[in-house]
C-alpha cells in the first residue's frame, strides 16, 4: 500500500495498533541525512509496489519532527528502517541497503505475492558505496583513484556528522566501534555511518584519505576528527565538543 507520512504521535500509535497482525514498516529519516534522499524513493517505489497488499503497511517518519517516536525506538541514525508484527520488531535495518531492505521484507511478508516481488523494480542507486544493478548482487566496478577521493569526498560529507564503523550502530562489528556509537548516543548527537566491512575500497582508501591506519573513523562537516581514543580526550577536553565541531567551518 502506499506510504503514510505520519504527522503525530496519536496518528501512529492509532495505526500501529489498528491491526497488529500486518507487517508494519517503519521508515525513519530525516531532511538534512543525503542518504536519506536516495532511500526516501526506493522506499516510496517498494510501497507503491505493494500496492494491493493489505497484509503491509508502510509509515515514514520524520525522525527531528517526532522526536518522541524516535526515542521510543532508540533511533541515533538514519535512514533507518524498523519491521514490526504483533508489536514484535522483526529486524531492524540502519543505512540506506536497498538490497537488504527487500529481502527483508520479503522474509517477513505474510502473503505470498510478497515473496515473488521483483527487486529489478527498484532504480539502481548507489548504496554505501557499492553499486546495486537490476537488484542483482553488490558488484564492485574497477574505480580509479581520483574517482575514489571523489568518492570518499562525498562520503564523509554525507551527514554533518558521519562514523566510518565496522558494522552499523544497532550492530557493532568490533568493540571500539561499539564504544564510540554509545559515546554519541550519550551525547544525544545524530549521525550517518557507512559499514566498512561492505566496501574494501572505502575502507583501504579512507586510511590514506584520513592519514590514519585504524577504525572507527568519525568526520565532522567534512573534517576528521579521529578514532575512538581522540574524541575520548576531545571530549574530556570540552564537554561541548561536537556542538562547536559542527558550528566550525
Known sequence: MPVTEIESEAQFTELTKADASKLI???????????????NQIFKTVADSKASDTSISF????????SEISELFEVSAVPYII???????????????????????????????ATSTNPTAIPPVASN?????????????????????????????????MLF??????????????????ILREHQVRFGFFDILKDDSVRQGLKKFSDWPT?????????????LDIVKESIEEDDQFFEKALQAV
Open 215 to 227: 577504525f572507527p573513523q568519525l568526520y565532522v562537516n567534512g573534517e576528521f576528527q579521529g578514532g
Open 25 to 39: 514498516v517503519l521508515y525513519f529519516h530525516t531532511s538534512w541525512a543525503q542518504p536519506c534522499q536516495t532511500m
Open 59 to 66: 509509515l515514514s517518519i520524520n525522525a527531528d519532527e517526532l
Open 165 to 182: 564503523m565496522k558494522g552499523s550502530p544497532s550492530s557493532p562489528q568490533c568493540g571500539f566501534s561499539r564504544q564510540l556509537v554509545a
Open 83 to 113: 519491521l514490526i508484527r504483533n508489536s514484535v520488531i522483526l529486524k531492524e535495518l540502519s543505512g540506506a541497503d536497498p538490497k537488504e531492505f527487500i529481502n527483508s521484507l520479503n522474509q517477513f511478508s505474510s502473503s505470498s505475492s
Open 129 to 161: 558505496g557499492i553499486q546495486k544493478t537490476n537488484g542483482a548482487a553488490p558488484v564492485q566496478e574497477e574505480e580509479s583513484e581520483e574517482a575514489l577521493q571523489e568518492r570518499l569526498k562525498k562520503l564523509t560529507t554525507a551527514a554533518p556528522i
